[in-house]
C-alpha cells in the first residue's frame, strides 16, 4: 500500500501561480506512475498530468503550457506547478498513484481561481 498526502492548495487570482506537492509512503518501489486529477463541482474527475517512472509525461490539454509536473525520480514525491491560472482551474486536485496492483489517492486539495 502507498498513503499520499497533499500540501500547496489555496487561493489565488487569475494569472497567478501554485504549487502543489504530493508525498507517497509505503511501498513507493511499486508504484509506475504518478499522477494529478482534479475534479471541479458537478464534473467529472479528470486527468491533468501523468508522469511514468520510464519519464514519459502527458498533459490534459487545457493546462499543456501552463502546468508543468515533476518528480524526485520516483523516490517519493510529485509535484504540479500551476502558473498563468484560470478560474476553470477551479478544482479540488487529487494525486494518484498506479503500479502492479497498486492504486492509490490522495485526500485532495482545493485550488481556487478567483479575484
Known amino acids: 500500500q502507498v498513503q499520499l498526502v497533499e500540501s500547496g492548495g489555496g487561493l489565488v487570482q487569475p494569472g497567478g501561480s501554485l504549487r502543489l506537492s504530493c508525498t507517497a509512503s509505503g511501498s513507493i518501489s511499486s508504484i509506475y506512475a504518478m499522477a494529478w486529477y482534479r475534479q471541479a463541482p458537478g464534473k467529472q474527475r479528470e486527468l491533468v498530468a501523468v508522469i511514468t517512472r520510464g519519464a514519459r509525461i502527458n498533459y490534459a490539454e487545457s493546462v499543456k503550457g501552463r502546468f508543468t509536473i515533476s518528480s524526485d525520480n520516483f523516490k517519493k514525491t510529485v509535484d504540479l506547478q500551476m502558473n498563468s491560472l484560470k478560474p476553470e482551474d477551479t478544482a479540488v486536485y487529487y494525486c494518484?498513484?498506479?503500479?502492479?496492483?497498486?492504486?492509490?489517492w490522495g485526500q485532495g486539495t482545493q485550488v481556487t481561481v478567483s479575484s
Open positions: 494518484n498513484v498506479e503500479g502492479p496492483g497498486l492504486t492509490s
